[in-house]
């Protein structure tokens, strides 16, 4: 059965640090990762989806590697902002089950202080 | 698009009572999911539809948890009788099929409080 976890469960940063939040799943057959951000009371947002054929993606001050053979993943976040505050979740999607089978690690808290 | 819409956005109730949350998917999704998020055990698959219909409800809970999607556009997720352990927030989400997988688009979910 997938397991996804995710270390440290919460980090504080002073603003404009760099980051590393990590990532790790047990079943390395997966569809794809993705990384989403939730803010408090609110939905999920995804950041960034890696297909399992690809090693990084990026979008602005985010980059996220995908490592399938060591079952690991990292988000770097890049000038930390304290509007960067958040929890990220990470997910993978695996083979075993179908588009449903989305397994979520429980997520880093983020809190980034001016 | 107004983006996936949840109801109501609060809801406490007492220990026995029927609850029912709503969810309006992103117009042309052809999946549905609905989840719930605990402190305990995170964010967990309840069920999940194609084209309206159930594919996977292994996550139910157990019988007291029902799910139905009529169309497209109205899905409902039914508690009864409804238990304080039953306290969550639940959230929908939606996507469209593509190879490989596509991102789920969430709701800002319904927190439930049971007592």
């Known amino acids: 059965k997938q397991e996804v976890t995710q270390i440290p469960a919460a980090l504080s940063v002073p603003e404009g640090e760099n980051l590393v939040l990590n990532c790790s799943f047990t079943?390395?057959?997966?569809?794809?990762l993705q990384w989403f951000r939730q803010d408090p009371g609110k939905g999920l947002t995804s950041l960034l989806l890696?297909?399992?054929?690809?090693r990084e993606q990026t979008s602005g001050r985010l980059n996220a590697s995908l490592d399938k053979s060591s079952g690991r993943s990292t988000l770097y976040i890049a000038a930390s902002q304290p509007g960067d505050s958040a929890t990220y979740l990470c997910?993978?999607?695996?083979?075993?089950?179908?588009?449903?089978?989305?397994?979520f690690g429980k997520g880093t808290k983020l809190s980034v202080k001016p | 698009d107004a983006g996936v819409i949840q109801s109501p956005r609060h809801e406490v109730t007492e220990m026995g009572q029927e609850v029912t949350l709503r969810c309006k998917p992103i117009?042309?999704?052809?999946?549905l999911f609905w989840y719930r998020q605990t402190m305990m055990r995170g964010l967990e698959l309840l069920i999940y539809?194609?084209?309206?219909?159930?594919?996977?409800d292994s996550g139910m809970p157990e019988d007291r948890f029902s799910a139905k999607m009529p169309n497209a556009s109205f899905s409902t997720l039914k508690i009864q009788p409804s238990e304080p352990r039953d306290s969550a927030v639940y959230f929908c989400?939606?996507?469209?099929?593509?190879?490989?997988?596509?991102?789920?688009?969430f709701g800002p979910g319904t927190r439930l409080l049971v007592l």
């Open positions: 989400a939606s996507s469209f099929f593509r190879q490989g997988g596509e991102t789920q688009y």
């Open positions: 079943d390395s057959a997966i569809y794809n």
């Open positions: 890696i297909q399992s054929s690809q």
């Open positions: 997910a993978v999607l695996d083979y075993g089950g179908s588009q449903g089978n989305l397994i």
């Open positions: 117009s042309g999704h052809d999946y």
């Open positions: 539809f194609n084209n309206n219909v159930p594919i996977d």
